[in-house]
């Protein structure tokens, strides 16, 4: 009886300091391994737009691809929900192998830095998944929807000031910076991050932007009646436009289709559904705004172990690919109608993708 009490008590003291480790490890601002190619000219921080982020948990490192020649100013956005990975993965594969030749190409691998140092809360998915490059084993990590709670209490009253309404009455929502658009200065520090993403788009005259997401895939079979009060939609292999740039999102699609023979549904901003990036900083600032969704097997409930890089079905590969042709098909597109040039070298194409691991297209 005294050995088992004994067991017990040294296993439960044994998992404490495991999780302290954990904690060591993963909480506060974690350190990014990011690792620029020849193509980033320079680099700046979030805070130098926003200083009040300065040494806090949500600076956050954003890159330069500029261009010989001037033409159009595009930004791509990683990161705003840390536990859909293939969207800061198709931002560091931009940062570590593209090259601009003609315009000016800007990207934030990770948004919510405060939501990467938190582990997955929605479905437990690891932390940080290996994968093999030509330098050896590195690690891409993911995290959470949502700001870290140590950086944001959940009942902070500055939530219930979004004009929007109905996603900042649930406190959980309110870290979410997807929901925080455009973001207030006097805000929560989620609205803060936004204010100070959109700052960063009008000081640099960014003429369009692609906020990268993922989504349940299409093979999720239990149905939610509800997403946040609204009803649930297959998001999954859509672009989502600002309704400014709806036929130039259209276009940039057929594009796209012709390009990887992967088709995406287009959805227009609802813009009475307030906060999100697509349709609140194409309101707020002269940027096309645009949102892309991959589909993501850690976001499907019933998945017991699912594999966020190799899934058979929608491997990494797959689902970067989506974001940086979008990216890339939207460019042109915009590109053309604004008369301004933008060529880009080293993004992979779809098909290279496909044929190899992740690691291929990272340094
Ligand atoms: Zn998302």
């Known amino acids: 009886m005294l050995t088992q009490f004994r067991l017990t008590v040294l296993s439960i003291f044994g998992l404490t300091l495991v999780q302290c480790l954990f904690v060591v490890a993963l909480g506060g601002t974690i350190e990014l391994d990011i690792r ?8 700046k921080m979030l805070s130098d737009y926003y200083p009040p982020f300065k040494n806090t948990n949500f600076d956050t490192p954003i890159f330069f691809l500029q261009g010989e020649k001037p033409g159009i100013t595009g930004l791509a ?10 969207g800061q993965v198709a931002a560091l594969v931009m940062v570590e192998k593209g090259e601009v030749r003609v315009g000016r190409l800007i990207v934030i691998p990770y948004a ?42 959940q009942d902070d009253p500055r939530v ?67 997403d946040n009060g609204y009803p649930s939609r297959r998001l999954a ?18 594009d796209m289709e012709e390009d990887t023979g992967v088709t995406m549904k287009l959805e227009e901003s609802n813009t009475r559904y307030r906060g999100l990036s697509h349709l609140e900083i194409g309101n707020a600032t002269n940027c096309l705004s645009f ?64 044929k190899g691991d992740i690691g291929m297209f990272l340094n």
Request: with cysteine; net charge negative.
């Open 36 to 43: 620029p190619g020849k193509g980033v000219t320079h680099q």
């Open 77 to 86: 956005i990683g990161g705003t929900h840390p536990n859909e990975l293939a």
């Open 112 to 153: 919510n830095r405060s939501a990467l140092s938190v582990k997955d809360t929605q479905y437990g998915v690891a932390p940080l998944h290996e994968i093999l490059t030509k330098t050896g084993i590195r690690y891409l990590p993911y995290g959470d929807r949502r700001t870290d709670i140590k950086d944001q209490q």
């Open 291 to 354: 949102l892309t969704e991959s589909p993501n097997p850690g976001q499907d409930k019933w998945r017991e172990d699912a594999d966020v890089i190799n899934d058979m079905k929608y491997p990494l590969v797959h689902r970067v690919g989506i974001h940086l042709r979008v990216f890339i098909n939207l460019a042109n597109v915009i590109s053309e109608e604004f008369g301004k040039p933008f060529t880009v070298k080293g993004i992979p194409e779809y098909e290279a993708l496909l």
């Open 237 to 254: 292999y859509t672009l989502v436009s600002n309704p400014k740039a709806t036929e130039l999102a259209a276009i940039s699609l057929l």
């Open 160 to 226: 219930y000031t979004n004009p929007g309404g109905y996603t900042l009455k649930n406190g959980k929502e309110a870290r979410n910076l997807n929901r925080a658009y455009p973001g207030k200065v006097d805000g929560t520090p989620t609205e803060q991050l936004a204010y100070a993403i959109i700052k960063m788009i009008e000081a640099e005259s960014i003429e369009f932007c692609v906020d990268f997401h993922e989504a349940r895939t299409l093979d999720e079979h239990k149905t939610d009646k509800t």
